[in-house]
């Protein structure tokens, strides 16, 4: 079982930035694969980025590509979304998943759409123009 915990989020002017973090515990081969997802009011929930740690790869949808950054600690129990020059398109709330997949080409955004996996409960991210 694995366990997702966001935190970080909040309000900020268009233009500032924000660090989003999960702490994830549980068994570690259900979460090589980590995932950020955003939800906006009447929205559906969509990938933003992801990671998968062995190999150092990272997928980003266009819309946040060059402003935000997703790593993780090496012990990989913490995942960072590193949110810079926000727009007031990013509000919405922004989730932690994880997943279990035998290569990172499972992590890529052609996957982004099943919903299996783990989910946290999610963190409010407003940006103010």
């Known amino acids: 079982h694995v366990q997702l915990v966001e935190s970080g989020g909040g309000s900020v002017q268009a233009g500032g930035s924000l660090r989003l973090s999960c702490s994830a515990s549980g068994y570690i081969r259900a979460r090589n694969c980590m995932l950020w997802f955003r939800q906006a009011s009447g929205g559906k929930r969509d990938g933003v980025a992801s990671?998968?740690?062995?190999?150092?790869?990272?997928f980003y949808d266009d819309s946040v590509k060059g402003r935000f950054t997703i790593s993780q600690d090496n012990a990989q129990n913490t995942l960072y979304l590193q949110m810079d020059n926000l727009k007031p398109e990013d509000t919405a709330v922004y989730y932690c998943s994880a997943r279990g997949v035998p290569s990172d080409s499972l992590c890529s955004p052609d996957h982004w759409g099943s919903d299996v996996g783990y989910w946290g409960p999610g963190t409010q991210v407003t940006v103010s123009s």
């Open positions: 990671i998968y740690p062995s190999r150092g790869t990272t």
